[in-house]
């Protein structure tokens, strides 16, 4: 989905800050890893990386380290009693050695349950030797998957996009980052707007809509070369990007019949067929996994809502929400469930939801980044975070193709 924030200059780190969160979340402790390294410790550690993570995620309170009673290393050490004491439901200790190579470092982690005095996970995640933060993302990973059943997402890239100066000194860039915002890199620069960054689905190539030739134009550039394609600029809007979960084809938005409607291209042939077909304004396509089905924002009722179209029949769009706010734009399905993410307009405020439990909402608290795709794959999307976590482009050491099974 696209988040709009404010931008400060174009390599501000962005912060993504939870305004509420789950009142139910799970009570969980991350306590300091011991650091075995004949090094000092980085100034964020791996456990505090990890517990930012959890927090992050609205489903996890982690304990502060300050009000923890005891900072065991080994499970031995773990007095349950006493966690449960203090309502803990799970707890995580590990710590940090160079690996056997000499050149990176291994990660020793396990998770408990307090209550159950069980052991849910115990994992040795190996990473090279400017990778530790990225081994961190991986402990995330791993952690929330066997608590929630989902995938975790913490070892993604995010794209955004940043506005720096004012008037005709404005100049955009289009950053990609860490899934916390660390270590933004610019991937284009220009000095007219760049909007609507998404991921392919390897992770690979980003499509954005760019205004450099004075008209809107679509582009789908190469990370790891800059190498990239003009898809479409004709005349009128051309926007929207979004490559299906197969990456066999884009839906986008177009107005080349004098109406902004719903296209999907062939990526293969470069073919391009129109969906929709409305006197209203039809925009921002997502697509359901399968990659036979679209979502998209329409005013067709009167104000802006959501619709679903399928691309195999010719049955009419049948309309998503019945919710009274105005949907404004959503976001990027499921893989494994069918909700969407929403933007909706309450008293003048924007707040993304996820129904049916909208307990989440996020905002950018980054001055000066002025609009932002957070975009997680096919699992879950939110700025625009990277399918493949951690496939990498950049000349980064960390930024390389894992599997999700790999610790």
């Known amino acids: 989905m696209a988040l709009l924030f404010g931008a400060a200059t174009a390599q501000a780190q962005l912060q993504i800050e939870i305004v509420d969160g789950n009142p139910a979340a799970l009570p969980i402790a991350v306590v300091p890893f011991e650091w075995q390294e004949a090094g000092p410790p980085p100034i964020e550690t791996v456990d505090t990386i990890v517990a930012n993570d959890l927090y992050r995620s609205g489903l996890f309170d982690p304990m502060a380290v300050e009000d923890m009673p005891e900072k065991p290393s080994e499970p031995e050490g773990i007095r349950f009693g006493t966690w449960r004491l203090l309502k803990v439901d799970y707890i995580v200790v590990g710590k940090v050695r160079t690996a056997a190579d000499g050149m990176g470092h291994e990660i020793i982690y396990q998770l408990f349950d307090v209550h159950k005095q069980e052991q849910l996970l115990s994992r040795i995640t190996t990473v090279g030797a400017g990778d530790l933060r990225f081994g961190a993302h991986r402990v995330a990973d791993a952690i929330y998957e066997k608590l929630t059943g989902v995938p975790g997402a913490f070892s993604t890239r995010i794209a955004y996009v940043t506005a720096t100066g004012v008037g005709d000194g404005t100049r955009y860039e289009l950053v990609v980052a860490d899934a916390d915002g660390y270590a933004p890199q610019s991937i284009v620069g220009s000095p007219e707007p760049l909007l609507s960054p998404s991921w392919s689905p390897d992770g690979r190539k980003l499509a954005y809509v760019s205004f450099e030739q004075g008209n809107s134009a679509i582009y789908v550039q190469d990370v790891a070369t800059g ?26 938005t177009l107005s080349r019949s004098g109406n902004p409607e719903i296209y999907v291209r062939d990526m293969a042939t470069g073919r391009t067929e129109q969906l929709t077909s409305h006197w209203s304004i ?19 009722s009167g104000k802006p809502q959501l619709y679903e179209v399928s691309l195999n029949s010719n049955a009419r769009p049948e309309r998503l929400n019945s919710s009274a706010k105005t949907i404004l734009r959503h976001g990027h399905l499921s893989v494994t469930i069918r909700h969407t993410a929403i933007v909706a307009k309450t008293s003048g405020q924007a707040t993304i939801y996820h129904p049916p439990s909208p307990f989440m909402a996020f905002r950018g608290s980054t001055p000066g980044i002025a609009g932002a795709s957070v975009s997680l794959g096919g699992k879950r999307r939110r700025p625009a975070v990277s399918p493949h976590r951690w496939f990498s482009p950049l000349p980064m050491p960390a930024w390389k193709s894992i599997s999700p099974s790999n610790g």
């Open 282 to 300: 039809d925009t921002e396509p997502a697509w359901f996994p399968d990659s036979k089905s679209l979502v998209f924002t329409s005013s067709r």
């Open 227 to 252: 190498a990239r394609e003009l898809i479409s600029s004709g005349r009128g809007i051309n926007g929207a990007p979004a490559f299906s979960p197969d990456g066999r084809k884009m839906a986008l």
